[in-house]
T-cell receptor, first 113, second 114 residues
Framework: DQQVKQNSPSLSVQEGRISILNCDYT??????FLWYKKYPAEGPTFLIS?????DKNEDGRFTVFLNKSAKHLSLHIVPSQPGDSAVYFC????????????FGTGTRLTVIP | DTGVSQDPRHKITKRGQNVTFRCDPI?????LYWYRQTLGQGPEFLTY????????KSRLLSDRFSAERPKGSFSTLEIQRTEQGDSAMYLC????????????FGPGTRLTVL
């Protein structure tokens, strides 16, 4: 049972425009959310995170928005650059135990020069 | 800062053989995780260590899998009597203590079982 879902397997965006990647979750016990970027043959690289006490977190070109009532989060990248082309994974963890991450299936972002 | 390292990066083995992977976490991190990723999926949690104690195991971790973290430093993941379904990328991650600490991943070990 997929508790974290990324319904768009791929996204193409022109260089300089905004990229918006979406993620939905089902478990109301999740309270920490992260985005990772992954290149082929490498492990996921941490990008940005947000805890459930916030609804927005910014870091340079990356902003994550959290809508707890809708159980939805999104990652905005602006402006998009060709080097952003990668697979992006959304992940979430709960309040207790191992704090292990539950991942979505990923969205492949292609930024077209 | 050397990050999380994993060895080997690739392993090809025949069905029925045993394999062992190693993970060296970021040195000051007490928490260590193993995940498995198959094609088209996100990483799935296998097991978790707090220092040397293995505190949680996923039901994905069958009896053929065993993990250790002696002395709370590096960790090993062993798969006995490998099956073709074990073919996957095995990822190790580490994090500091505390509730909101991101996990940093190693490059992974790609296992192919023939």
């Amino acid at each position: 049972d997929q508790q974290v879902k990324q319904n768009s397997p791929s996204l193409s965006v022109q260089e300089g425009r905004i990229s918006i990647l979406n993620c939905d979750y089902t478990n109301s016990m999740f309270d920490y959310f992260l985005w990772y970027k992954k290149y082929p043959a490498e492990g996921p690289t941490f990008l940005i995170s947000i805890s459930s006490i916030k609804d927005k977190n910014e870091d340079g070109r990356f902003t994550v928005f959290l809508n707890k009532s809708a159980k939805h989060l999104s990652l905005h990248i602006v402006p998009s650059q060709p080097g952003d082309s990668a697979v992006y994974f959304c992940a979430a963890s709960g309040k207790t135990g191992a704090n292990n991450l539950f991942f979505g299936t990923g969205t492949r972002l292609t930024v077209i020069p | 800062d050397t990050g999380v390292s994993q060895d080997p990066r690739h392993k090809i083995t025949k069905r029925g053989q045993n394999v062992t992977f190693r993970c060296d976490p970021i040195s000051e991190h007490n928490r260590l995780y193993w995940y498995r990723q198959t094609l088209g999926q996100g990483p799935e949690f296998l097991t978790y260590f707090q220092n040397e104690a293995q505190l949680e195991k996923s039901r994905l971790l069958s009896d053929r899998f065993s993990a250790e973290r002696p002395k709370g430093s590096f960790s090993t993941l062993e798969i006995q009597r490998t099956e073709q379904g074990d073919s996957a990328m095995y990822l190790c991650a580490s994090s500091g203590d505390g509730r909101y600490n991101e996990q940093f991943f190693g490059p992974g070990t790609r296992l192919t079982v023939l």
